[in-house]
């Protein structure tokens, strides 16, 4: 007995120092956290770049790339002086408010785990950079270079900012009801998809659209680029994990049979419908499962990947095929066919295969079944598209009527790069 006692009391004694130690810097996570990172700018600069590049005319390559590179630079700024602080700096259900603006209280202390602060903010800004790069496919050979960066700093503020906060930041409406988007489904893609759809529209169609050849001058590039985003997207989503841990390496699992299947279901559709597969289709195919599996990459297991994987090749591959033919916008780089399709499909679906019964990890929040746990996704993939799509659309009007948005009909025809910026991708 006095044995157990003595035993019972070391383990009183040791209970504050473990529950201490857990809250402190973890060099594993914190190494890990820092390569995931990495990762996912390597996917804006330069795998988005190429693959957006790639599929434009040569006339424009050299635009597309300065583009994303310029969004790059303008988003990290506004994370720092004021975008993290809307996403991440308190506990309202619709903003995080203006506390840690220019990261005013951000160190290099653990932030309720086991990584810096820093890390966690420099890891979120990534998400805020390429979430408005994906917009470039939407608006692709047309938009002037200084309304781009207009757009895009307002609409990080009032757009991405705070559906982040909605969704991932403590206290946020759609948190509180158990949504589940472990790297972004309506964070990122189904906001930039519907963003991209409406700068579409707005902005109509290109020049010759639908009467002039319009063929990408480098699938290579294209190739290239996609194959940078696969690798990438580990970073994205095991990275979501925010720790070296299981939860991790079932995310990088399940990202890779999704994509993987995904890119094989693209391919064969196409085979069967065109006579040919074609390299443009089984890239965009590995992306259509990349995005799919985004916001549910920390909930479902191998079958709900195959699942995910399978379905959203075959969606987005009709989505890019059919949709703008039936409704006539012009979105030249596919950016609602495949972001927006195949993150609200993602985001619908994690609601299903997150059940246990399916191999998942189980639902957000209180949620006990499948019907509760899709009806509070669907909640989130509606509110994403109605607030996205109608601040997008007060942005782009106000600056159509103050600084216009569209190249003039000879920079055009001439193309961007040497329209914009007095320079050429290819020297003739």
Not at 131 to 159: C, D, H, N, Q, Y
Not at 383 to 393: K, Q
Not at 394 to 419: A, Q, Y
Request: contains cysteine.
């Amino acid at each position: 007995m006095k044995l157990k006692s003595l035993i019972s009391s070391l383990g009183l004694m040791l209970m504050p120092t473990i529950a201490l130690a857990e809250d402190k810097l973890s060099a594993g996570d914190t190494a890990w956290m820092l390569m995931a990172t990495i990762l996912v700018l390597f996917m804006t600069i330069p795998g988005l770049s190429m693959f957006y590049s790639g599929m434009v005319r040569g006339k424009n390559a050299l635009s597309t790339f300065v583009q994303i590179f310029a969004i790059t630079a303008l988003a990290s700024v506004v994370w720092v002086v004021i975008g993290y602080s809307i996403a991440f700096g308190g506990e309202g259900a619709f903003w995080g408010g203006l506390d840690k603006m220019f990261l005013k209280g951000v160190t290099v202390d653990a932030l309720n785990g086991t990584i810096p602060e820093t890390v966690f903010m420099v890891f979120q800004m990534t998400f805020a950079i390429i979430t408005p790069a994906l917009i470039v496919g939407a608006f692709a050979e047309r938009m002037k270079f200084s309304a781009m960066l207009v757009f895009t700093a307002i609409w990080l503020v009032l757009v991405y900012a705070p559906i982040t906060h909605w969704v991932w930041g403590s206290g946020g409406w759609l948190e509180g009801k158990g949504i589940l988007d472990f790297a972004g489904g309506t964070v990122v893609h189904i906001n930039a998809g519907i963003a991209g759809l409406v700068v579409a529209i707005v902005l109509g169609k290109r020049k010759g659209y639908g009467k002039t050849a319009m063929p990408p001058h480098n699938l290579t590039y294209t190739v290239i680029g996609a194959s940078i985003l696969w690798v990438g997207w580990f970073g994205f989503n095991a990275g979501s994990a925010g720790a070296a841990n299981t939860t991790a390496g079932m995310a990088m699992a399940v990202t890779q049979i999704a994509a993987a299947t995904a890119a094989l279901t693209w391919m064969f559709t196409e085979w069967v419908i065109h006579g040919k597969p074609s390299g443009l289709g089984i890239a965009s195919g590995a992306i259509a499962g990349l995005i799919a599996i985004t916001p549910a990459a920390g909930a479902v297991g191998p079958i709900g990947a195959l699942a995910l994987g399978g379905l959203s090749g075959i969606l987005c591959y009709f989505s890019v095929a059919k949709l703008k033919k039936v409704f006539g916008y012009d979105d030249p780089l596919d950016a609602f066919g495949l972001h927006g399709v195949g993150g609200i499909v993602g985001a619908l679906l994690t609601g299903v295969f997150a059940a246990t019964a399916l191999g998942g990890s189980g639902f957000g929040g209180e949620i006990s079944s499948i019907s509760e746990q899709v009806m509070v996704q669907a909640i989130g993939i509606g509110a994403t598209i109605l607030y996205t799509g109608v601040v997008t659309f007060i942005i782009l009007i106000v600056l159509k009527v103050s600084i216009g948005l569209r190249v003039s009909e000879e920079v055009e025809t001439e193309g961007l790069d040497t329209g914009e910026h007095d320079e050429r991708a290819y020297i003739i």
